[in-house]
């Protein structure tokens, strides 16, 4: 059966973006930005909510600039086709290897599950995590822990109010600073 991973950066105080809005905080250098391609890598799909799906917009076309360095060239290269799912209630179409879900959070992680297939789910987006996690179908929990304080904004955690008890699966310090943690629940 495949995994539903859920991965952001995140401040230390747990926030993804600021109460601003802003998430400037998060830009990577080189060492981070290498373990998010290889996140990507890792994903069969990647389940995103409206907000995400706009920002990722970006990657459909960055391919197409040789200016650009080499490890955004292969991101590029390894999400423009990677199949995605958005949720939204207010797209009435979507562009690229992406398709607008046909169906409820639940019942498309479980179909999707349920298919052959290589690689994880990929969830992105607090919104869209706090449902799946409310339902307890996030498997992997993945940080990328940025040595900063926001202040508030939107969380990383889902406030569903139940314990949910994870194990440790990896820890890594990037020379940035910032600090992977990968746990995975514990069934």
Excluded: C
């Amino acid at each position: 059966m495949r995994s539903v991973t859920y991965s952001m950066s995140v401040s230390l105080d747990g926030y993804i973006v600021g109460p601003d809005g802003g998430f400037d905080w998060t830009a990577p250098d080189e060492e981070v930005f290498r373990l998010a391609t290889d996140e990507v890598r890792e994903a069969g799909v990647h389940l995103l909510g409206r907000r995400l799906y706009e920002t990722m917009l970006y990657w459909e076309t960055a391919g197409q600039n040789p200016s650009l360095g080499f490890s955004t060239l292969e991101f590029a290269a390894i999400w423009k086709p990677l199949p995605k799912v958005v949720f939204s209630t207010t797209l009435s179409a979507v562009q690229g290897n992406a398709r607008l879900a046909s169906g409820g959070l639940a019942a498309e992680i479980e179909r999707m599950r349920a298919e052959p297939g290589d690689g994880n789910i990929a969830i992105g987006g607090a919104t869209l995590a706090a449902e799946a996690a409310a339902s307890g179908l996030i498997d992997e929990y993945r940080a990328r822990v940025y040595p900063v304080l926001v202040g508030g904004g939107i969380p990383f955690f889902p406030q569903h109010e139940r314990q949910v008890d994870l194990e440790l699966v990896e820890s890594r310090t990037f020379t940035s600073g910032v600090l992977y943690l990968r746990h995975r629940v514990a069934r």
